[in-house]
């Protein structure tokens, strides 16, 4: 008898696959790059009305109600790309850059991602990006060191530092337990506020070590922190009102990147 519903089941799936006409086909993706990355990144609440300034008409904050990013409106991450695999599967090299993202919705539709809004790199070849607004770091630093020890906590100290020529600086000084991390995959569109109908389309698989939040329960292991963000066109957005939220180190972030 199971036998004979199943063949029925399948003979109806076919009957109104006939009426429904041919299956759309999936839409093909191309593979730009990849990159193995460490990341350090600060989740911010910033003035609203400044930070609307840099969306184009038709986008929105899309703030999370709960969870690790509940109230956040702006990211602030930190990236060493350690190693750069381009499509054919060849090394391009390595680059360390900071930028900023808001995680973003289309107004009245179901579009979601983030969207870069700022960036310095310390690569000439790297500005102004993919997404037009990346500014080439006339200084920078980055310095991460580990201490460890038989019956010891783990201790990091970091320190990310990058100015522009423009007189935009983003930088973050801080000591913390590292503690595992918790691994995770997502895929996610990332759009540029200049021309929105483009994007980029991260893979990601990383391993996620949130050291101090302010909604989730998590033992705070932060010993020191610090931060400085001012200059140019960020000075409306960090303008002392602005609170950390969440402050996150990424142990691992491996990303693919794709072109609709």
Same mark, same amino acid.
């Given at each position: ?22 299956? *759309? ?9 990849? /990159? ?18 840099? #969306?184009? /008409? ?26 750069? %695999?381009?499509?054919?599967?060849? *090394? ?10 808001? *995680? ?17 790199? %310390?690569?000439? $070849? ?14 920078? &630093? ?9 019956? $010891? ?28 991390? &918790? ?31 302010? %909604? ?11 931060? $400085?963000?001012?200059?140019?066109? #960020? ?13 996150? /180190? ?11």
């Amino acid at each position: 008898m199971v036998g004979k519903a199943a063949a029925a089941g399948c003979a109806i799936f076919v009957v109104l696959c006939g009426f429904a006409g041919p299956t *759309p086909q999936a839409r093909a993706e191309t593979f730009v790059e990849h /990159s193995a990355e460490f990341r350090m990144q600060l989740d911010f609440v910033v003035p609203d009305a400044a930070l609307r300034k840099f #969306l184009p /008409s038709g986008w929105e904050p899309n703030i999370a109600t709960q969870g690790p990013a509940k109230d956040c409106n702006l990211r602030m991450i930190f990236i060493d790309r350690v190693d750069i %695999t381009g499509a054919d599967g060849n *090394p391009i090299g390595s680059n360390r850059l900071v930028y900023l993202a808001i *995680p973003v919705k289309q107004s009245g539709g179901s579009t979601v991602g983030q969207m870069i809004i700022a960036g310095l790199t %310390t690569e000439a $070849k790297d500005a102004p990006g993919p997404f037009g607004n990346y500014e080439l770091a006339t200084s920078h &630093r980055m310095e991460r060191s580990l201490v460890g020890g038989a019956g $010891k906590h783990t201790l990091m100290d970091e320190h990310w530092e990058f100015a522009a020529a423009s007189g935009e600086r983003l930088e973050v000084h801080l000591k913390y337990e590292r503690a595992p991390a &918790r691994k995770n995959s997502n895929e996610v569109k990332f759009f540029s506020p200049t021309n929105p109908t483009f994007y980029q389309i991260f893979k990601i698989e990383q391993g996620l070590d949130i050291m101090r939040n302010a %909604t989730i329960k998590v033992r705070d292991r932060v010993k020191e922190f610090s931060y $400085k963000a001012a200059g140019g066109r #960020l000075g409306s957005l960090f303008d002392g009102t602005e609170r950390v939220v969440s402050i996150d /180190s990424f142990h691992w972030y491996n990303r693919g990147i794709y072109l609709p």
